[in-house]
């Protein structure tokens, strides 16, 4: 039997259409703009895997298809060969829509790492939200 990660759910409301932020944010050429956990300054598509320097260093991303569902999941390969599997979801809620990143703490992370991951993460959904609800 394996041990499960521990996760943190970490959400925004964002007072746009779930479509549009979903739309968005599924653009691999905007992450710069919002996510600097993630993304530097540029995004390239090379062989059909999106590019990017990141804080952690070169890394490489693909998300999940696009859909009607709001799933944004997106793998993220690390310099060092591993792959993070990154679970994002756009949730309809009325006129606007909630943000739902699942951060999980990957085995060799300690605590105060993952704390500093989750107030990443937390620091991009509100630049997402941000972003959004300015246009």
């Known amino acids: 039997m394996t041990t499960r990660s521990r996760s943190r759910h ?5 007072q746009r259409p779930a479509a549009e932020v979903y739309d968005y944010a599924a653009d691999p ?3 710069p703009a919002w996510a600097a956990g993630l993304a530097g300054s540029t995004v390239e598509l090379v062989d059909g ?25 997106h793998d993220v390969s690390l310099p060092g ?9 756009v949730l309809p809620d009325g006129d606007g829509c909630e943000v739902v990143f699942s951060l999980r703490q990957r085995a060799g992370v300690g605590d105060e790492q993952f704390e500093r991951d989750a107030a990443a ?11 959004l609800e300015s246009t």
Do not use: C, Y
């Open 10 to 14: 970490l959400s925004v409301s964002i």
């Open 49 to 73: 895997r999106w590019v990017t320097d990141s804080p952690m260093g070169r890394v490489t991303f693909t998300f999940a298809p696009r859909n009607p569902f709001g799933v944004l999941d």
């Open 81 to 89: 060969g591993q792959t993070v599997h990154n679970p994002l979801r």
């Open 29 to 31: 050429s905007h992450l």
């Open 121 to 131: 993460v937390a620091r991009d959904l509100l630049r997402l939200k941000e972003v």
